[in-house]
Structure formats: structure tokens, C-alpha cells
């Protein structure tokens, strides 16, 4: 009798187990639920956030802001080749229209814009006795050698620009391809911009260095810098 009066207590111990295990599965969802263990998930993987900026550009940043020009900061890009833009932004609004401006660092967006604002802009008013209605470039981020190079031109790190010409209120248009050797005011405006941007770039080429700067300016912020001509 004891014996199975053991027997009726495990038995009836084990229906009370058996109807509660019952109970929460008929809840409204499995505890696990089916296949979200054993199957991977076909989610895309959660896409980190971009790291800060570092100092220097943060810096940079603040520098435009404080001039009143309108920038986007653009992702840091790593290209094949060794190519990359890197702590670089994208002008929108310098005060001075400008055409072709792609990714620039933001050391050199800031001395372009600077330039066009304090440099070309004053020197086409004092000299030309006209407004710069419009900059024109042949681009920034592009990348390829140095001419005759292996070396990677600054431009493969979106760290210079090709400026072509100035188009005025009055309609002129100034090409350095066609009016570096000319005479009189024309000139003496171009040799006043490039005088302007040999004090914000660290290297300025013109046609007086060599024949494939015959058409253009370039600036850019490579080198330690102190390089014009």
C-alpha cells in the first residue's frame, strides 16, 4: 500500500508538470521560437557609425563655419592605387560661384575659399574695375600621377585644384591658357591672384613652371609647403 501510494504522488506530481509545460506553450508565442536558434540570421549585418573626424579637421570645420561658408563633409573614401579623400568636404556656397568643385580636404576648401573671397574677388574690383561673377575649374579629386610621375599627384588625395578661369560682371572672360601672356591690366590681375595664392597654398604652379600648366593654376596643401611659381 505505501508503495503505491508513492507511486500515485510521483505520477500525479508529474501530470501537474506535464499540464503546466502545456500551458506555456500554448501561450502566444514559443519561448524560443521555432527555427531562431538553429537558422542564421538573413539580416544584414548592423552598419557601424562612422568614426569622428579627427582634431585637425574638427578644426577645420569650426574654421569654415566661423567664415560663413556652406560645406557638407564628406565620408573618408579609400581608392585602389593608393587614392583616397580623406577628412574632405564638398563646397556648396563660398561667396564666390565656383564650378567643378568636388571632394576637397578641408585645409584646402578653407584657403580656396578664403582666396576667392579676399583674394580674387578684391583684386577683380580694384584692378578690372569689375565683380568675379564665376570661378572656373578643371576639378580637384582625381586620381592619377604627376605628370611624367609615378608619384601620386595630390589631387588622387583630393589636395588640390585646377583653376582655369574668371568669367566678370561684365562679361569678360579671363582664361590663363589665353591672357597669362598678355599685357596690361589682364595680366597684372593674374599675377595678382597667383601672388594671393602663393600666401595660402603650399604649392602654386603656373604657366611659368612648365608647359602642362600652360592652361591652369594649381593649388594644393602637399609638401612642407613654400613652393610658388
Known sequence: ??????????????????????SLGACSGDLVPRGR????????PVARAPSQP????????????????????LPDRRFDGGCSAVGSVK???????????????????????????????????????????????FGTYNCRPIAGSGKLSEHA???AIDVSAFVLSDGRRITIQNDWNSGGRTRQFLEAVRASACKR???????????????????????????CR
Not at 500500500?1 to 502545456?22: D, I, P, Q, T
Open 37 to 44: 536558434v538553429a537558422a542564421p540570421s538573413s539580416r544584414p
Open 157 to 159: 588625395h583630393s589636395n
Open 91 to 137: 563646397l556648396i556656397d563660398i561667396g564666390v560661384p565656383a564650378t567643378n568643385l568636388g571632394a576637397m580636404t578641408c585645409g584646402l576648401a578653407a584657403n580656396f575659399a578664403a582666396w576667392a573671397r579676399y583674394g580674387v574677388q578684391p583684386a577683380a574690383r580694384l584692378i578690372l574695375g569689375a565683380e568675379i561673377e564665376r570661378i572656373e575649374t
Open 201 to 227: 597654398f603650399s604649392t602654386v604652379l603656373s604657366p611659368d613652371y612648365n608647359a602642362a600648366h600652360h592652361d591652369h593654376f594649381h593649388f594644393d596643401m602637399g609638401g612642407r609647403g613654400g613652393f
Open 1 to 22: 500500500m505505501e508503495e503505491r501510494a508513492k507511486g500515485n504522488r510521483r505520477g500525479a506530481a508529474f501530470a501537474v508538470l506535464l499540464a503546466s509545460a502545456m
Open 54 to 73: 579627427a582634431m585637425e579637421t574638427r578644426q577645420c570645420f569650426a574654421r569654415l563655419q566661423s567664415q560663413a561658408v556652406s560645406f557638407t563633409p
